[in-house]
């Protein structure tokens, strides 16, 4: 089994986790995390298939637990997912090009200034879906080979994508248009040709950028659009986020990397995983405040202090 993706609930007591099985999983943080834990709270309270393919992506609203697989999209009432009913309330496909054409979802991310979902598809494409009607509204065009991951800059109303093209392009929200677009593997500090070139995971805090993939893991000023420090990652990194005064990665390795932002390396957490691809922070409940990743195993390993791991959750 892989675990490629992960959100926490709104009121982060929960946590939602897709596999390669199309199934979903949902576990009681506030029961894994209690003195009392027995093993039966580290596995889930409720898991149910939601796609016929993997579960590539999911993100969350402030009701809506967001699903996304081989073409389709699927929205879920966390409400009732907490109370073991599933039904999902919604499920649509981008326009794509052609009937018989299923290109995989593989990243999502809420543009919360107009309650739309960004979706970044095998087709090259940028769908972008207005989540209060449920009805996909524009397509951003303009990459030449398929989508790994989207972001969202909300104080600049921008969306950023990276794709197998290596390319990050940023989009302005409003108009749909091309702002810019960063060849990453073109920067010599950051080229690894015998990697490749995509760019798997990208993540934004203000003016600043990290991404990476075929070439090293890299901070970015968008203002000059230049790379001010690159990581000395061996590996390919799939999974990345602002964190204080850090950069949090995760990728082919076991193992979670603390990269200050002047281009060291603090630590490298150990992991039960042997390749993650998916890394969540979870920001909706101090109470709660944990770091999770899924990859290579059903183990979701769970750190309550970021210095180690405490447990792992099981599929």
Not at 9 to 26: K, Q, V, W
Not at 68 to 86: F, M, P, S
Not at 93 to 99: E, I, L, V
Not at 152 to 171: F, N, P, T
Request: proline share 4%; charged share 15%; with cysteine.
């Amino acid at each position: 089994m892989s675990v490629f993706s992960q959100s926490f609930s709104p009121c982060g007591r929960f946590l939602a986790a897709g596999n390669n099985y199309g199934e979903i999983a949902i576990f009681s943080l506030s029961a894994a995390l209690s003195p009392d834990a027995t093993p039966s709270n580290k596995k889930p309270m409720l898991t149910f298939t939601a796609h016929e393919g993997p579960v590539f992506s999911l993100v969350s609203t402030d009701c809506h637990l967001i699903s996304a697989g081989n073409g389709e999209v699927c929205l879920w009432n966390w409400a009732e997912l907490i109370k073991k009913n599933v039904s999902a309330l919604l499920r649509k496909r981008p326009d794509y090009k052609s009937s018989l054409e299923i290109p995989e979802i593989n990243s999502m991310a809420v543009q919360i200034r107009d309650n739309s979902l960004v979706i970044g598809a095998g087709d090259n494409n940028v769908h972008i879906m207005d989540l209060e009607h449920g009805v996909f509204k524009s397509v951003l065009k303009g990459h030449t080979d398929y989508i790994h991951c989207v972001c969202v800059r909300e104080r600049e109303s921008e969306i950023l994508s990276g794709g197998e093209d290596g390319a990050v392009r940023i989009w302005d929200s409003r108009t749909g248009t091309v702002l810019s677009c960063i060849s990453v593997f073109k920067y010599q500090e950051c080229a690894r040709p015998q990697l490749g070139k995509w760019i798997s995971c990208l993540a934004t805090d203000s003016d600043w950028m990290v991404c990476g993939g075929g070439p090293s893991l890299s901070l970015w000023h968008l203002r000059s659009q230049s790379p001010t420090s690159v990581f000395p990652l061996s590996n390919s990194q799939r999974s990345a986020t602002f964190h204080q005064d850090m950069i949090l990665a995760v990728g082919e390795g076991p193992h979670v990397s603390h990269c200050l932002l002047g281009g060291t390396i603090r630590a490298q957490i150990p992991s039960v995983l042997q390749s993650i691809n998916t890394l969540q922070l979870n920001r909706n409940s101090s109470e709660h405040q944990v770091l999770t990743v899924g990859g290579s195993s059903e183990c979701i390993d769970v750190f309550t202090n970021l210095s180690y791991r405490a447990f792992s959750l099981r599929f």
